[in-house]
């Protein structure tokens, strides 16, 4: 077995190593799915407020107010808060309240 023989206590740190990062790799991967399915649904929602919400003849600034108020209503439904009540409340995080969920 590979390293066995340097001593038997290098071979438990090599093993613990591997356990460790493995766990670490599929923690990585279990938030890239969960990241990558709220891009997809993301795009879901736009593309439903799109069809159904707006109406052609409203503005660049008040097409972006209904896409922010459906965020807003997302995020209080799940979270309790809008996501600006997210980041004053959390300004050291880099992400967004949906990486946090």
Known sequence: EFASWVSVEFKLYLIKEFQ??????????????????????????????????????????QINFIYASEADLLNMALFGKTAKQWRDENPDHKGNIRDEA
């Not at 923690?27 to 069809?51: E, P």
Request: aromatic content about 4%; glycine content about 2%; cysteine-free.
């Open 20 to 61: 460790r990062l493995k766990e670490q790799e599929l923690q990585q991967l279990g938030w890239d799915i969960r990241r990558n399915l709220t891009k997809i649904n993301y795009r879901i929602d736009t593309d439903a407020i799109k069809t159904n919400l707006i109406p052609p003849e409203l503005s660049p600034q």
